[in-house]
């Protein structure tokens, strides 16, 4: 490895022909910057699939009382009854395993009517009566201010923490928000806090779109009383909560009067499911992406294999010539092999740099140009471009094997004879 000599002789052997060295090193180098942009890309999506799903806490649900399918106790099908308060609490003391029961409650729709007021300025937003706890399932970023607490809850304060959109559709530019009035269906609330999402820039429509007020103000103001539209669930992160969303609705039905057997009666959404079946899929992809990588790779590695084969033909006499003046076997195979690794990992680690380029690139036009949806950050990890020299340096030795065995095998008197 270390012979100055034997390194002169594989450059001269690589030189010798340039234009074929070349278009046996191109094979390798366009598999692996393949193997590498196909990870890179398969990341790209699971990023931005995942960046929806960071939005929320992965390990939560939501649940929302539907009509029952099944008569039960004398009550008849297609009953409709409505999560309550008391639900909440039953639920926190029942389930020690759950991290946070967020009861919420809603009106109107940043895309229905008109519903909220500032002066001569009007919007239609999406209102959402909640509880403290529920930033820590959705994360947001507060810009200004705070977002609920306790003592607003208690004290039933008409506060509210607003989304970016909301400032821009009522408020003038440099207009300070902080302490100002809305009117929310004729009723006024203090501003107290605004906030963006944390991905997307803050631009994500429907959440940008919406006004938080206390859960306590939202049912006494609008008349709700203690029913709760729905309930954000999330489990302490030893435990799923799929695994404990069956035992939930158990409960759910003794309390409500629901048949045991009835699946409809609880709508539910389930956020762990849908994150698993997601990263199951990419795991899928990220496999494709090193299968086929590896099949375009092996092409370039045959190339090569090939192409010793001819360099060894071609070398027959000055192999026997080594034979005769006392090289041993290994002496010969081992030049050879040594040959085919340097042009192996020469060419594919060149690919993995040319790929680097690329997804640098790619990165550069999406900063610049603005978020692609469910397509953020395509990047492959180190372990990849550790695997990636692995697979060279075994191919490498795989594409010199054939063609020095073949080397090794002729015998000095033979080989000095062929002109």
């Given at each position: 490895m270390f012979n100055k000599d034997r390194w002169n002789e594989i450059l001269e052997a690589l030189t010798a022909n340039k234009f074929r060295t070349f278009l046996t090193?191109?094979?390798?180098?366009?598999?692996?910057?393949?193997?590498?942009?196909?990870?890179?890309?398969?990341?790209?999506?699971?990023?931005?699939?995942e960046a929806g799903f960071s939005n929320?806490?992965?390990?939560?649900?939501?649940?929302?009382?539907?009509?029952?399918?099944?008569?039960?106790?004398?009550?008849?099908k297609g009953r409709r009854f409505n999560y309550k308060l008391d639900d909440v609490e039953a639920i926190k003391a029942e389930f020690p395993e759950l991290k946070y029961v967020s009861p919420r409650n809603s009106l109107g729709g940043y895309r229905g009517a008109n519903n909220v007021t500032r002066g001569t300025k009007i919007g239609a937003f999406q209102i959402y009566g909640d509880y403290p706890e529920f930033i820590n399932q959705l994360p947001m970023d507060i810009l200004q201010?705070?977002?609920?607490?306790?003592?607003?809850?208690?004290?039933?304060?008409?506060?509210?923490?607003?989304?970016?959109?909301?400032?821009?559709g009522l408020y003038d530019k440099e207009e300070d928000v902080i302490g100002s009035y809305i009117k929310i269906n004729g009723v006024n609330f203090m501003v107290v806090g605004t906030f963006k999402n944390p991905n997307s820039q803050g631009d994500k429509e429907e959440e940008a779109n919406t006004i938080y007020i206390p859960f306590t103000t939202f049912s006494q103001a609008f008349n709700f009383g203690d029913r709760v539209s729905w309930m954000a669930i999330t489990a302490h992160d030893v435990f799923s909560i799929t695994e404990v969303k069956e035992r939930v609705f158990s409960f759910l039905r003794t309390r409500h009067t629901v048949d045991p057997n009835d699946e409809r009666a609880f709508g539910h959404r389930d956020l762990s499911e849908r994150f698993a079946k997601v990263e199951g899929l990419f795991s899928i992809l990220t496999m494709i992406g090193y299968f086929v990588g590896a099949l375009i790779l092996l092409s370039g590695i045959i190339g090569?294999?090939?192409?010793?084969?001819?360099?060894?033909?071609?070398?027959?006499?000055?192999?026997g010539v080594r034979r005769a003046l006392g090289a041993t076997p290994w002496n010969i195979k081992g030049q050879?092999?040594?040959?085919?690794?340097?042009?192996?990992?020469?060419?594919?680690?060149?690919?993995?740099?040319?790929?680097?380029?690329?997804?640098?690139?790619?990165?550069?036009?999406?900063?610049n140009n603005g978020p692609v949806e469910n397509f953020a950050n395509p990047s492959v990890g180190m372990q990849v471009?550790?695997?990636?020299?692995?697979?060279?340096?075994?191919?490498?030795?795989?594409?010199?094997?054939?063609?020095?065995?073949?080397?090794?095998?002729?015998?000095?008197?033979?080989?000095?004879?062929?002109e």
């Open positions: 090193a191109f094979g390798v180098f366009w598999g692996i910057t393949i193997l590498v942009l196909l990870l890179a890309l398969t990341n790209g999506l699971k990023n931005g699939v929320f806490a992965t390990n939560s649900m939501f649940t929302w009382a539907q009509r029952t399918s099944i008569p039960y106790k004398g009550l008849p201010g705070r977002f609920i607490s306790y003592s607003d809850i208690n004290a039933k304060r008409k506060i509210c923490v607003i989304g970016i959109d909301v400032v821009r090569i294999s090939n192409i010793m084969l001819i360099v060894v033909k071609e070398r027959t006499k000055e192999i050879i092999l040594q040959e085919s690794l340097i042009l192996t990992i020469l060419s594919g680690m060149t690919g993995v740099a040319f790929a680097g380029g690329i997804i640098w690139l790619a990165n550069y036009i999406l900063e471009v550790f695997i990636a020299l692995t697979i060279l340096v075994v191919s490498g030795l795989l594409a010199g094997l054939i063609p020095a065995n073949s080397a090794t095998k002729m015998k000095p008197v033979d080989a000095l004879r062929i």
